[in-house]
């Protein structure tokens, strides 16, 4: 099946900085990725929409300033978290929808969980 | 707006029969989903009924009730690495079915 990866798989940084987080489509194209954001037993929650070559797009509540996407290439997206803060500590997780799949089907990649201290 | 209500934890005991119910409530409908999430791990997609009826898919099978609102996933033989968080999704048909909209997850226990 399609593979989906993330880097790093976990990160710990000090209050104020700024992390990057990569997800790369590994075997397919992909002209959407999806950001999520879960926090200890709860539900995912996306964050917002990735497009090759546009502007993401942001769910209500997500602040486009402090969560930073962007989408250079087919196999590639980045969500830079700026100013961390301890309460931006979560699980982010990143999907992926092949170029012309339903989108029933959407392949995960394996989360980053970042701790803000 | 959409809506999805599963159970939040399930216990069972190691090779039993286990059912994970979930009602939806959405101004449109593309099809209800499952996804598998272990603790730590990313979710992984167990299956898809966009008709009403069974899909089977080894020890795991999915049911939908279209008219009910309704579908549960139905987990058989149940093994100790089926611990873990399951979710009903469907696709938010305010955006023409392009997003996902997760459930609240059920967290299965399976004991020995």
């Known amino acids: 099946g399609a593979v989906v990866s993330q880097h790093p798989s976990w990160v710990i940084c000090k209050s104020g900085t700024s992390v990057k987080i990569e997800c790369r489509s590994l075997?397919?194209?992909?002209?959407?990725m999806f950001w999520y954001r879960q926090f200890p037993k709860q539900s995912l929650m996306l964050m917002a929409t990735?497009?090759?070559?546009?502007?993401?797009?942001?769910e209500q509540g997500v602040e486009k300033d402090k969560f930073l996407i962007n989408h250079a290439s087919l196999t590639l997206s980045t969500l830079t978290v700026t100013s961390a803060h301890p309460e931006d500590s979560s699980f982010y997780i990143c999907?992926?929808?092949?170029?012309?799949?339903?989108?029933?089907?959407?392949?995960f990649g394996p989360g980053t969980r970042l701790t803000v201290l | 707006g959409q809506s999805l209500e599963q159970p939040s934890e399930v216990t069972a005991v190691e090779g039993a029969i286990v059912q994970i119910n979930c009602t939806y409530q959405?101004?449109?409908?593309?099809?209800l989903s499952w996804y598998q999430q272990h603790d730590g791990g990313a979710p992984t997609f167990l299956s898809y009924?966009?008709?009403?009826g069974l899909e089977e898919t080894g020890r795991f099978s999915s049911f939908l009730s279209r008219s009910d609102s309704y579908g549960y996933l139905l987990l058989q033989e149940l093994q100790m690495k089926d611990s873990a968080s399951y979710f009903c999704?469907?696709?938010?048909?305010?955006?023409?079915?392009?997003?996902?909209?997760f459930g609240a997850g059920t967290r299965l226990f399976v004991k020995a």
């Open positions: 999907s992926a929808r092949a170029s012309g799949g339903s989108a029933d089907t959407q392949y």
């Open positions: 075997d397919f194209q992909a002209t959407t």
């Open positions: 990735s497009n090759e070559g546009s502007k993401a797009t942001y």
């Open positions: 959405t101004s449109g409908f593309y099809g």
């Open positions: 009924n966009a008709l009403d």
């Open positions: 999704a469907v696709r938010d048909p305010e955006t023409g079915g392009f997003k996902t909209i």
